[in-house]
C-alpha cells in the first residue's frame, strides 16, 4: 500500500494571530456601513486607520456607490472581502457585524438606527440624527430601551480647540457666562417637486427604498446625487441642523446644559434667539455665506464657529483648528493647542471614542440623550423660523407651551418603516 500523502503546511498571517501589533479578530470591532456618499467617504477613511476595526459589509440602495465602498474597503484591506448589499435588513441580519456607521441622507438616518439598534448593533449615526423632533425621541428611547451604544456624528465634541473653548467656559475665567453664539445656515424650505424622470431599476437606484420613510414622490436623478437638500421631505429643520446640530450642541455642553434646553425661541431677519431658564442667551445667527466672509465673526477659524461670551471675557473657535480669546491673559490657558493639526472635519478622534465605548459599555461623547435634547433645541428654534413667532418650550414633556400648530410640527408624515 502506498504511503499516505503529507498534507502541506497552513499558512497563517500574522494579523490572523494578532501579531505584528495587529488585534486578533476575536478582538476586532466587525462593522457594517449603510449609506455611501462623500461625508461616508470622510468618516469611512478615518475609521479604516483604527486597527481594532473591521469593515466587513457596505450597504447602499445606490449600485455606484456599493461600489464604490466597497472599492474603498478592498483597496484598504487588498483583499475583495467586502460584502455588498442593496436592502440594509440583509446587513442587520448579519450576527457577526457588532456596530453599523449609518451615513444615508437625513430621512433614514433615525429609522435605520433604530432598526440597527434593535438588531443588537452598536451605531455610530451621521447627523442631523432626526429629521424631526419625534424622530430624536424616538431614537433615543430605542437606544435607552435596547442598551446599545450610540454616537452621533457631532465630532467637534472630540476636538482639541472646542474642548479647550467649553472648558474655558466651564472654568469661570470668561466670569458668568450670558451669551452664546452658534452659526447656522440662513433657513430656507423647498415645497416643490422636480419633474418626473424614468425610474432606474431598483438594482442601478432603488428609488422607493431610497425614499424610505420620506412621502413617496417621482424619481429624479437630481435627489440621488445629493440634490435633495433643503427639500421639506428630506432635510432637516430647514437647513437649521446642518451646522446647529454642532454648534447649538456646543453651546449645550458650554452651558451645561446637555440635559436640557432653552425655552423660548424668538425669531428675526438674522438670527433666532433663544433663552436658557437660567438666564443664558443664545443666539443662532444665520450665515449668508458660510463659506465666505462672515460679519461678525473671527474670520480665520474656519466654518461652524461658535462663541461663548461671559462678564469678563470671551471664546471663539471654528474648523480651522484654531481659538481666539479676550482678554489676551486667557492665552496662557491654551498652552499646547497651535502645535494641532487636526480640523472641526476630522473624525478620527470621535470614532476612537466610539469603539472603546463598544468595549467598555459606557457613554460616548455624544450619547443619544445629549443628541436628543440639542436636536430639539435646534427644531424648536427652526420652527421658529417656520411660523414667525416665538415659541415656548417645556424643557422636560418636551411640548410647545399653547401652542397646537407648533406641537404639531413636531412630527411629519412618514411612511411605515419600522
Same mark, same amino acid.
Given at each position: +500500500?502506498?504511503?499516505?500523502?503529507?498534507?502541506?503546511?497552513?499558512?497563517?498571517?500574522?494579523?490572523?494571530?494578532?501579531?505584528?501589533?495587529?488585534?486578533?479578530?476575536?478582538?476586532?470591532?466587525? *462593522?457594517?456601513?449603510?449609506?455611501?456618499?462623500? !461625508?461616508?467617504?470622510?468618516?469611512?477613511?478615518?475609521? *479604516?486607520?483604527? %486597527?481594532?476595526? #473591521?469593515?466587513?459589509?457596505?450597504?447602499?440602495? #445606490? %449600485?455606484?456607490?456599493?461600489?464604490?465602498?466597497?472599492?474603498?474597503?478592498?483597496?484598504?484591506?487588498?483583499?475583495?472581502?467586502?460584502?455588498?448589499? !442593496?436592502?440594509?435588513?440583509?446587513?442587520? %441580519?448579519?450576527?457577526?457585524?457588532?456596530?453599523?456607521?449609518?451615513?444615508?441622507?437625513?430621512?433614514?438616518?433615525?429609522?435605520?438606527?433604530?432598526?440597527?439598534?434593535?438588531?443588537?448593533?452598536?451605531?455610530?449615526?451621521?447627523?442631523?440624527?432626526?429629521?424631526?423632533?419625534?424622530?430624536? #425621541?424616538?431614537?433615543?428611547?430605542?437606544?435607552?430601551?435596547?442598551?446599545?451604544?450610540?454616537?452621533?456624528?457631532?465630532?467637534?465634541?472630540?476636538?482639541?480647540?472646542? #474642548?479647550?473653548?467649553?472648558?474655558?467656559?466651564?472654568?469661570?475665567?470668561?466670569?458668568?457666562?450670558?451669551?452664546?453664539?452658534?452659526?447656522?445656515?440662513?433657513?430656507? +424650505?423647498?415645497?416643490?417637486?422636480?419633474?418626473?424622470?424614468?425610474?432606474?431599476?431598483?438594482?442601478?437606484?432603488?428609488?422607493?427604498?431610497?425614499?424610505?420613510?420620506?412621502?413617496?414622490?417621482?424619481?429624479?436623478?437630481?435627489?440621488?446625487?445629493?440634490?435633495?437638500?433643503?427639500?421639506?421631505?428630506?432635510?432637516?429643520?430647514?437647513?437649521?441642523?446642518?451646522?446647529?446640530?454642532?454648534?447649538?450642541?456646543?453651546?449645550?455642553?458650554?452651558?451645561?446644559?446637555?440635559?436640557?434646553?432653552?425655552?423660548?425661541?424668538?425669531?428675526?431677519?438674522?438670527?433666532?434667539?433663544?433663552?436658557?431658564?437660567?438666564?443664558?442667551?443664545?443666539?443662532?445667527?444665520?450665515?449668508?455665506?458660510?463659506?465666505?466672509?462672515?460679519?461678525?465673526?473671527?474670520?480665520?477659524?474656519?466654518?461652524?464657529?461658535?462663541?461663548?461670551?461671559?462678564? /469678563?471675557?470671551?471664546?471663539?473657535?471654528?474648523?480651522?483648528?484654531?481659538? /481666539?480669546?479676550?482678554?489676551?491673559?486667557?492665552?496662557?490657558?491654551?498652552?499646547?493647542? /497651535?502645535?494641532?493639526?487636526?480640523?472641526?472635519?476630522?473624525?478620527?478622534?470621535?470614532?476612537?471614542?466610539?469603539?472603546?465605548?463598544?468595549?467598555?459599555?459606557?457613554?460616548?461623547?455624544?450619547?443619544?440623550?445629549? +443628541?436628543?435634547?440639542?436636536?430639539? %433645541?435646534?427644531?424648536?428654534?427652526?420652527?421658529?423660523?417656520?411660523?414667525? !413667532?416665538?415659541?415656548?418650550?417645556?424643557?422636560?414633556?418636551?411640548?410647545?407651551?399653547?401652542?397646537? /400648530?407648533?406641537?404639531?410640527?413636531?412630527?411629519?408624515?412618514?411612511?411605515?418603516?419600522?
Amino acid at each position: +500500500m502506498a504511503a499516505p500523502a503529507l498534507a502541506a503546511p497552513w499558512f497563517v498571517p500574522a494579523s490572523a494571530l494578532g501579531r505584528d501589533g495587529k488585534p486578533a479578530p476575536s478582538e476586532r470591532i466587525s *462593522l457594517g456601513v449603510i449609506g455611501v456618499g462623500p !461625508r461616508c467617504t470622510y468618516d469611512l477613511k478615518a475609521m *479604516l486607520q483604527h %486597527a481594532d476595526l #473591521q469593515c466587513v459589509a457596505i450597504c447602499d440602495v #445606490q %449600485a455606484s456607490r456599493r461600489e464604490a465602498g466597497k472599492k474603498l474597503v478592498d483597496s484598504h484591506y487588498q483583499n475583495a472581502d467586502c460584502a455588498t448589499y !442593496r436592502d440594509f435588513h440583509e446587513l442587520l %441580519a448579519r450576527r457577526d457585524i457588532d456596530a453599523v456607521l449609518i451615513a444615508t441622507g437625513d430621512r433614514w438616518h433615525a429609522p435605520a438606527s433604530i432598526l440597527a439598534a434593535r438588531a443588537g448593533k452598536d451605531v455610530y449615526s451621521e447627523k442631523p440624527c432626526g429629521l424631526t423632533i419625534a424622530w430624536c #425621541q424616538a431614537l433615543d428611547d430605542a437606544i435607552r430601551k435596547t442598551g446599545r451604544v450610540f454616537q452621533a456624528g457631532t465630532q467637534r465634541r472630540s476636538q482639541a480647540n472646542f #474642548q479647550a473653548a467649553v472648558r474655558l467656559a466651564h472654568s469661570g475665567k470668561l466670569g458668568k457666562l450670558h451669551t452664546l453664539h452658534a452659526s447656522v445656515y440662513t433657513p430656507g +424650505m423647498q415645497t416643490s417637486w422636480l419633474p418626473a424622470e424614468p425610474t432606474p431599476s431598483r438594482d442601478v437606484v432603488d428609488w422607493d427604498r431610497w425614499l424610505g420613510p420620506a412621502p413617496w414622490r417621482p424619481f429624479h436623478s437630481t435627489y440621488v446625487k445629493g440634490g435633495w437638500r433643503g427639500y421639506w421631505d428630506f432635510d432637516s429643520g430647514c437647513r437649521l441642523l446642518d451646522w446647529g446640530a454642532h454648534t447649538v450642541d456646543l453651546c449645550q455642553w458650554a452651558n451645561r446644559a446637555d440635559g436640557t434646553m432653552p425655552v423660548e425661541y424668538e425669531p428675526s431677519a438674522t438670527n433666532v434667539t433663544a433663552h436658557y431658564a437660567n438666564g443664558v442667551k443664545l443666539v443662532l445667527d444665520f450665515l449668508k455665506t458660510p463659506f465666505g466672509e462672515r460679519p461678525g465673526w473671527v474670520q480665520s477659524l474656519g466654518t461652524c464657529p461658535v462663541r461663548f461670551e461671559g462678564d /469678563e471675557g470671551w471664546v471663539e473657535v471654528g474648523d480651522s483648528g484654531g481659538i /481666539e480669546v479676550h482678554p489676551a491673559s486667557l492665552r496662557s490657558e491654551l498652552k499646547g493647542l /497651535e502645535a494641532r493639526s487636526t480640523t472641526g472635519l476630522d473624525v478620527a478622534a470621535h470614532s476612537r471614542n466610539f469603539l472603546d465605548c463598544i468595549k467598555s459599555r459606557s457613554l460616548p461623547a455624544a450619547n443619544s440623550s445629549i +443628541m436628543r435634547k440639542s436636536h430639539i %433645541a435646534c427644531h424648536a428654534a427652526a420652527l421658529s423660523w417656520l411660523l414667525n !413667532r416665538k415659541l415656548r418650550l417645556d424643557p422636560v414633556r418636551e411640548e410647545f407651551l399653547g401652542d397646537d /400648530e407648533a406641537n404639531g410640527l413636531r412630527t411629519l408624515p412618514s411612511r411605515q418603516v419600522l
